[in-house]
């Protein structure tokens, strides 16, 4: 039975990584040199690298269940984070990875999850 980390497995865990890498490296700057002018924001950006920290994790090691879990939230942070931040612009005065659906990385945290759940669904729950 394949694993997480076969055929296009390989390139999702790939792009999380990126995205785990790029997410992290952006929420550090951010709190680190201007928290201060938009928290909110900043640690949603912070959140979203553990989550994507969190699903590179799990899809490379194959542990389904977490993997899951971790691109459920992430899917949901996503749609969440996005509407809110077209409703409320105010509330976020600069950008987190999620903001917008995922503008400034070219929707593709909107997408991510969505490929990683069917993935996840093809390949189907290990067998006892």
Not at 49 to 65: H, K, M, P, S
Not at 98 to 111: A, E, Q, R, T
Request: net charge positive; charged share 10%.
């Amino acid at each position: 039975m394949p694993d997480t980390r076969s055929g296009p497995g390989r390139l999702l865990v790939a792009v999380y990584a990126i995205f785990a890498l790029a997410a992290t490296a952006r929420s550090g700057v951010q709190l680190s040199t201007k928290f201060h002018t938009a928290p909110l924001a900043y640690l949603l950006s912070a959140l979203a690298a553990v989550v994507y920290i969190l699903a590179t994790v799990c899809l490379a090691r194959d542990w389904r269940q977490v993997a899951f879990v971790s691109c459920s939230v992430e899917l949901v942070g996503v749609l969440v984070i996005g509407t809110w931040s077209l409703v409320d612009n105010a509330a976020f005065p600069d950008q987190t990875v999620w903001s917008d659906y995922g503008i400034g990385y070219g929707f593709v945290p909107l997408v991510l999850p969505v490929l990683g759940l069917l993935w996840l669904r093809r390949l189907g729950s290990r067998p006892a």
